[in-house]
């Protein structure tokens, strides 16, 4: 049976093209990466073809903690939190996404 979270692994390794330096924290329950926004809308791209669903743009903002813009060029002095498994893999739980 293949999991969410090995799919959902498989979509982050498409976009970090497996650079395992890309991935700045991890610990039992979760893994937190390196990605800027544009990897963020990547990383949408990809969780789309792999679920076959669709992700509302407002929906994108989740992934990236409070405060991060989606544009590159907004700048502001929110510190913000990097994407993270636990972040994503939540997100696809409550679209019911389940286990193959």
Known sequence: METVASR???CI???TE???SRIIAE???DVALDIDSLDVMELVLEMESE???SIPDDH???FN???MPLEP???TAVQHEPVTMRRLLDYLREREIADL
């Open 60 to 62: 994108v903002e989740r």
């Open 73 to 75: 060029s907004v700048v």
């Open 51 to 53: 679920f076959d669903i």
């Open 18 to 20: 497996g650079d395992l």
């Open 8 to 10: 959902l692994g498989r």
């Open 27 to 29: 610990d039992s329950r």
């Open 65 to 67: 903690g409070p405060g």
């Open 13 to 15: 390794q498409r976009v």
